[in-house]
């Protein structure tokens, strides 16, 4: 079963950027979409950006114009570039499977707070 690690993100000022990243454990990482989920308190865990086998991307309205997300299959990683940053985009960053149904694991994920 694949394990998923992320990191890089932290207290930033409004306007100020990050860039989590998530490694994963495993060759199967490669042969499938990854994306990024935000998890903020009293909602569900929403999908804000995804990445195709391919490099085909996909956001959600909230983030298009100010989060990119790459991957490198050859470090199993996905990263999550995020400028412009905004309060609302506070919350609690995590990497897993997009375009399939996620895996049952999830890790721990990685803190991103836009406060000044």
């Known amino acids: 079963q694949v394990q998923l690690v992320e990191s890089g993100g932290g207290l930033v000022q409004p306007g100020g950027s990050l860039r989590p990243s998530c490694a994963g454990s495993g060759n199967i990482f490669r042969i499938y979409g990854m994306g990024w989920y935000r998890q903020t308190p009293g909602k569900q865990r929403e999908l804000v950006a995804s990445?195709?086998?391919?490099?085909?991307?996909n956001y959600a309205d909230s983030v298009k114009g100010r989060f990119t997300i790459s991957r490198d299959n050859a470090k199993s990683t996905v990263y999550l570039e995020m400028n412009s940053l905004k309060p609302e985009d506070t919350g609690v960053y995590y990497c897993?499977?997009?375009?399939?149904?996620?895996?049952?694991?999830w890790g721990r994920g990685t803190q991103v707070t836009v406060s000044s």
């Open positions: 897993n499977r997009a375009g399939s149904k996620p895996w049952d694991t």
């Open positions: 990445i195709s086998t391919g490099g085909s991307t």
